[in-house]
């Protein structure tokens, strides 16, 4: 890998994919995502104080991470702060918060499972049914940024789940305040339980509990390396939806598409600025790979947040050349990337959205960049990173609900699987079983 030589204020790592070292450095490039042993460490010892201090330990590391000074009666957002907020809010945030609504609950209102009842071959009743989760936790980040539409893309949800509880928690600023549109968001959508309570504290006191916070059951929501690595250290304890930390993107470029669009979506998700997220860029020349890198250089100062997002590119870009649309979807593939525009021609793109399998969520065409996805267009932006969306999905309404089995044998059917459990029970020697179906059919 090296620079691409554009003059380019960030060092471009290319990789051309018929290299014979390719693979391996993809693979070293991808590992960055592994969680370094420090963070580990760190997370655990704050878990541990909260699981044994309880609204001490949530206080001392609110004050030490936000400079928030909250006591335990503190910690709650109170109702009449959630209304304020969006009476406050400008109308025309308002109305485009309501808009994104209307589209996410149109999508997800389309995955709620339905409840069945059928016979199996034996002729018994089977059947399913589905209940929503008791309490939920969501986490919403507000450190880099108050991210408003997570609200919407995981409360949302949990409503149309008919989650009995949702309980929700964000940071606060210094001053103990949360932004107005994120309460704006939650009094939108109808959620009364807030906590200004962010990072690892928080989701130590939604798996423990404590004297003020009552624990959850499930966690949901994206976060920091931090929080994703407390969440993976708590599930057992309480559910977790899945993985999602720093922002990816991958585009897979071809001559047809506009490499403005290509960068200013690159420098989209840069400008998150944790440092470490991850930017893919796989053209199918190194001609359409130079194009947009400059115009990623000339995009680049324009920015707002252009500091953050140039640390990101140094740290976390990479530019793939690929020979072969079944050489971008392999990379696509082994990638699993949290979000994946395709700027290519529209034949092609049927092909790669029938073979890439594992992309969290899939942007098609030079007009569908992920801001769309990120804010309205209506699945929710809570997408696995780092590789896990090999066996990670997005989050859906069905993650707020449990599944229970339903089974249930007459006469006839139970003579029909009784000699099944009979020679099952014989093999694993397990002869009360047998005899607990057998004791049924005896005169």
Partial sequence: M??????????????????????????????G????????????AILREVHTKGDAAVTAYAKKFDGAVLRPRDFRVRPDQLKAAAQRLPATQMRSMKAALANIRSFNKQGMPENWTGRNPQGAEVGERHH?????????????????????????????????????????????NVADGLLAALHLIGVTEVYRVGGVHAIGAMAYGTKTIPAVDKVYGPGNAYTIEAKRQVFGTVGVDSLPGPSEVMVIADSSARADFAAADLLAQAEHGSGREKIYLVGTSRKVIDAISAEVQKQLPTLG????????????????????????????????????????????????????????????????????GDFTAGPSHVLPTGRPGRFFSGLRVADFLRRTSIIRYD??????????????????QLDAHGRSVAIRLEK
Avoid: W
């Avoid at 003059?7 to 450095?25: C, D, E, H, M």
């Fill in 2 to 31: 090296g620079s691409s030589g554009i003059g380019s204020p960030f060092v471009v790592r290319y990789l051309n994919y018929s290299s014979t070292s390719a693979r391996a450095k993809l693979a070293k490039f991808c590992a």
């Fill in 33 to 44: 995502a592994i969680v370094p042993p420090e963070i580990t460490a760190s997370v655990a």
């Fill in 132 to 176: 929503p989760i008791r309490r939920v936790g969501l986490y919403v980040p507000g450190g880099e940024v108050p991210l408003v539409s997570t609200v919407l893309m995981t409360a949302t949800l949990a409503k149309i789940a008919g989650c009995p509880e949702i309980a929700v928690f964000t940071p606060s600023d210094a001053q103990g």
């Fill in 305 to 372: 947040r252009n500091k953050k997002a140039e640390r990101v590119l140094d740290e976390g870009f990479i530019a793939v050349e690929v020979k072969s649309v079944a050489q971008a979807i392999e990379v696509a593939n082994y990638v699993a990337p949290e979000h994946l525009e395709l700027l290519v021609k529209p034949s092609t793109a049927k092909r790669f959205e029938r073979d890439i399998t594992t992309a969290g969520a899939m942007m098609i065409g030079n007009l569908t960049p992920t801001a769309l």
């Fill in 411 to 428: 006469e006839k059917s139970i003579r029909a699987g009784e000699k099944v459990v009979q020679a099952f029970a014989s093999m694993e």
